[in-house]
Each structure stands twice: as C-alpha cells, then as structure tokens.
C-alpha cells in the first residue's frame, strides 16, 4: 500500500479501534450496518453512506457477553451525529451502552466554486456540483442551481461548500398591502380567490390577507403574490 494510502486508511480506522477495544468487533460490525441501513433508507439513490464509530466511555468496564443485541434507540437521527444502542442479551452480566456514531451521506448537490461573502446573490457562474456529505447540517442541500439563481447569501460560504436553505435570505413574495393569490387547501379540493396582504408575505412566515368579503386568513406565502391557506 503507498504510504499516504496507508495513513488514510489508518486514519479512517483510527475511532474503530478505540470503539473496538470496549466492544466484541462483531458486535461493532453489526452496529456500524444498522446505522447504515437507517441512514440509507432517507438518502438520495445512489448515495454513498459511510458510518464512522466514536470512542466509548473509557470507565467503562464491560463483563463478557456471549450475544450482544444492538439496536436504533428511539428518537435517534439516521444522519449525522448518532447513536446506537448495544446490550448483553446472553451474558453473566446485563449492560446496555450507547455507541456514538457519525453518519456520513455522501451525493452530488450544488456546490460554491470560490468563497462568497454574506449578501453575496448567486449566479450560475458561482456554482457547480460535487458529491458532498448531505448529512452535515439538518436541512438537504440542492440538487440543482436554478432555484438558487439570485438567491442572496445570510451566510458567508467557503468554496466548495454547498448552499442549503437556511444560508439564504428568506424571499420576499408581496409586500403589505399588494393584492394576492389566495388558494384555500381543504382535503380532497382547493379554492382561490382575491386578498389584499396585511402583512408582508416573508417566506417561511405566516402572513395574513383579507379577502373579498372581508374576512380575514393565516396562510402560508408560497410564491409571487401567492398564499396558501388551510381550510
């Protein structure tokens, strides 16, 4: 193996062993699988999931165990920083510990080609793909460029780094005052009709209208001039 080969790979085995050394490796293995499984499960097709063990508490002393369960302790994200459970089923000694893990979920998404400042407004020029790992913040990254086109940065961006939703600036759809699209969403129909905004249609916020007959609605600000309200 060339030497740089052989220190990435000492490197990726590095939290395996330090996991390993309080647990059965078979056990490590089958906890490592199911992690991946759950994390396959909500990734994009395609997708390369890699999931990388942390160390267990060092005090821990744990007794022998002919079979070790492991198991997805409810409420655990599959993505990202996670856990998975392992117990003695079959053992002089009952333990239950909780091995942290890292999921990784490696896919192409859009990507910045040189580093951006906040307030920067995005074109197809400061934009690429690349696989990146999805699981690095909660929200998903794009997978195309356009609905990024002139989106303007909250954030400040690294190169190569990939936009996600809450990096941009919340669009605005209408202004107080401006006459809107109202479409009613009841279960199984939908109806439209005219309003006048009484608050600024902010995307991601409710806003609310008031209609032809003078009632007044909380929707949710969709697209240009544009509000959904349930019914």
Not at 198 to 205: F, R, S
């Amino acid at each position: 193996m060339a030497p740089l080969a052989l220190l990435a790979g000492l490197a990726l085995a590095a939290p395996a062993a330090r996991a390993a050394a309080q647990l059965p490796p078979a056990a490590l293995v089958r906890a490592l699988e199911l992690a991946t499984q759950a994390a396959r499960a909500l990734a994009p097709a395609g997708a390369r999931i890699q999931a990388l063990p942390g160390p267990l508490d060092p005090r821990l002393r744990l007794a022998p165990c002919e079979r070790v369960d492991v198991y997805l302790p409810a409420g655990v994200a599959a993505w990202g920083r996670s856990r998975v459970g392992l117990r003695c089923g079959q053992g002089a000694v009952a333990w239950n510990v909780y091995l942290p893990v890292t999921v990784q979920v490696w896919a192409p998404a859009v990507v910045t080609t040189a580093a951006l400042p906040a307030g920067a407004r995005l074109d197809a020029a400061q934009l690429a793909r690349a696989e990146v790992d999805w699981a690095a913040a909660a929200l998903p990254p794009h997978t195309e460029a356009a609905p990024l086109q002139d989106r303007v940065l909250l954030h400040p961006l690294a190169a190569g780094a990939a936009p996600r939703s809450n990096d941009l600036q919340p669009r605005l759809w209408f202004a107080l005052g401006a006459t809107v699209r109202v479409v009613g969403l009841g279960s199984g129909f939908t109806i439209a009709a005219e309003g006048q905004a009484l608050t600024p249609g902010i995307e991601g916020q409710p806003a609310r209208v008031r209609t032809e007959s003078g009632r007044v609605l909380v929707g949710r600000p969709v697209g240009d001039h544009r509000i959904e309200v349930p019914l």
